[in-house]
């Protein structure tokens, strides 16, 4: 890896940011964009995560659970059928059961750190390709 | 023999004799066929005694085995036993009978197996209630009041099912006793143990009581969680029975249960603040022109944060809290000295997730306004209101706005150093839905906010129940 990959690690990447508190969702869109990658949203809603998906093509999504009370699993298995690795990014207490509806996803607890939530989004990509 | 000797015997041959032998010598004779144990002559003064109808009853042991206490009648066949064997042992104890009205009395039961060449054939006994003493009258309020108890109280064997379900247990579990009998009381309650019977049956068999949450199915479906308490209690040899207490604690669960589901969601709420946190304070970094003062503006976002979190968690405000009381809260600090700041508006629930960036816009524009604009000098004013807009019936959107009056003239176009705080106003709204309109004229300031309903299904105005 040369030091262009260490500091852009997601070069290139189109990163989906669902969330609905609007001062997490643009730190993570500044952190994806320090690390390279395309961040698309951010989208505080479900239905502003469905038109975000048709609109742009996206390599990974990273998903706050409960938006404004409305689970974003709808989204997530959508996600999941076209194939798209999912990053939950949440401050829920029950992450156990989504080992067992998403077997693929990854769990990012909050607060996160930067390096684990590029961590995680790498390790996926990496995974998928 | 005294010739009256010899004349009553010849007497209690009669039928009359025998009649008034059970009226008033005692409560009742009983005549066991023990060649066939399942056939027993009761007489009336026996069923009456007991508070029953004589021509109801049947002549069959099952008759009374059904009514005396199970650990009682254990007593009395194992000294039936011996004085089978041994006729100087006498057969005499007392026993506890369940009366017609679900009473108790306490029987001295007494009795003579009469032998053919030492073979005991036939067995006469006789009953005496006993009224007098003390002991025996606590003892038998003690099991009324098991009997009348609201906990559920169970006696039953292993092999033979439930021998004993009081009142509470029917009561509990709105089973009656006559389908109870016979039955096991966790089959037939429908019992989910949190762990395992050979646990449960380790700790009886060490002599210890086990005592544990279970979940239990009334008849009628309704699922109750009782505190039950097991011993095991050995009646004689090595014949044991159960001794089971339910209380019913469905109702402390279910708070604990609440407790939980609230622990649970204050968790996730603190975990999403560090993460607001968090993104406050990088973003604060990286718009930050230089670090001058930096910690003091983060530090006052972060108080503005804290307080519209106060305000969500306050008892009073379960739903939503007044637009009002949200703005003077946030403004009561920037309106010193001669500058001033005037709310004017009605009733509007603000649902509790629309606090922190409502307080966070509110503090961004009084800021900005105590630095650059109407509230830098003397004199200055500003006006807050908002009003409803509304097409039809339908209420559609919230429209709020902030206008400043400065004292003196300034220059009509935003400050140099907008930054993070123009940002946080843009990601406030956003969050919010909401379309932001900012605009420098020559006397300051006016911002216009619409919220609208329509983009956010929560902000319609909720009503306390």
């Known amino acids: 890896m040369n030091e262009r990959d260490v500091q852009k690690p997601l070069s290139g990447k189109k990163v989906l940011i669902v969330e609905d508190e609007m001062l997490i969702a643009f730190d993570l869109m500044d952190t994806f964009g320090d690390a390279g990658a395309a961040a698309i949203g951010p989208a505080g809603t479900l239905e502003q995560a469905f038109e975000a998906f048709e609109k742009d093509e996206t390599d990974v999504a990273i998903l706050d659970i409960d938006l404004r009370g409305v689970s974003v699993f709808p989204f997530a298995e959508a996600l999941v059928e076209r194939n798209v690795p999912i990053v939950f990014h949440s401050g829920h207490g029950m992450l156990e059961n989504l080992e067992t509806r998403f077997p693929g996803a990854a769990i990012c607890p909050k607060p996160a750190s930067k390096e684990e939530l590029i961590d995680k989004v790498s390790g996926l990509l990496t995974a998928k390709n | 023999m005294h010739y009256l000797e010899k004349e009553l015997g010849a007497f209690l041959g009669q039928p009359e004799a025998f009649a008034f032998l059970d009226a008033s010598a005692c409560d009742g004779f009983w005549f066991w066929d023990l060649e066939n144990p399942e056939h027993e002559y009761m007489s009336a003064g026996f069923w009456r005694a007991l508070g029953f109808d004589p021509v109801e009853r049947e002549h069959l042991a099952a008759e009374w085995q059904n009514l005396i206490f ?276 009605g009733m509007q629930p603000i649902p509790l997730n629309d606090i922190s960036p409502l307080s966070l816009i509110i503090n961004e524009l009084a800021t900005n306004a105590s630095k650059h604009g109407a509230l830098r000098d003397k004199g200055g004013h500003v006006s807050v209101g908002w009003q409803e807009i509304t097409d039809g019936d339908e209420q559609n959107a919230i429209k709020f706005t902030w206008s400043e009056k400065n004292p003196n003239p300034m220059p009509a176009k935003p400050p140099d150093d907008a930054g993070f705080g123009t940002k946080l106003l843009t990601l406030s709204a956003m969050q919010l839905g909401a379309t932001l309109n900012q605009e420098w004229t020559k006397n300051g300031l006016v911002c216009k906010l619409v919220i609208p309903f329509a983009n956010n299904a929560t902000i319609r105005p909720t009503t306390k129940d």
């Open chain 2, 70 to 345: 199970p650990e009682d009648g254990e007593t009395a066949l194992q000294n039936f036993k011996r004085h089978c064997e041994d006729p100087s042992f006498p057969y005499d104890q007392l026993v506890r009978y369940k009366t017609s009205d679900g009473g108790t009395v306490t029987v001295r039961c007494r009795g003579l197996a009469v032998r053919e060449n030492g073979v005991p054939k036939r067995m006469l006994g006789s009953h005496t209630i006993i009224h007098d003493t003390r002991e025996i009258e606590i003892d038998r309020q003690l099991s009324q009041m098991l009997e009348l108890s609201s906990d559920a109280i169970l006696a039953y064997s292993e092999t033979d099912g439930l021998l004993r379900w009081n009142q509470g247990a029917e009561a509990m579990y709105g089973i009656p006793e006559s389908e109870a009998i016979g039955r096991d009381p966790n089959a037939l309650t429908q019992a989910e143990f949190d762990v395992s019977r050979d646990v449960i049956r380790a700790t009886l068999d060490a002599g210890k009581a086990w005592t544990g949450d279970v979940k239990r199915k009334m008849r009628s479906g309704r699922v109750l969680i009782t505190s039950t308490n097991i011993q095991r209690v050995e009646v004689s040899g090595d014949r044991t029975l159960l001794l089971q207490i339910d209380r019913d604690v469905t109702e402390r669960f279910e708070a604990q249960e609440k407790e939980r589901h609230l622990t649970r969601e204050l968790h996730h709420r603190i975990k999403n603040l560090f993460s607001i946190l968090q993104g406050l304070v990088r973003l604060s970094f990286r718009l930050a022109r230089n670090n001058v003062g930096l910690a003091d503006k983060i530090c006052a976002r972060i108080d503005v944060l804290a307080k519209a979190y106060a305000l969500s968690i306050d008892p009073g405000h379960d739903k939503a809290v007044d637009m009002h009381t949200l703005f003077s809260q946030a403004l009561i600090p920037f309106a010193q000295g001669d500058r001033s700041i005037k709310i004017e508006g």
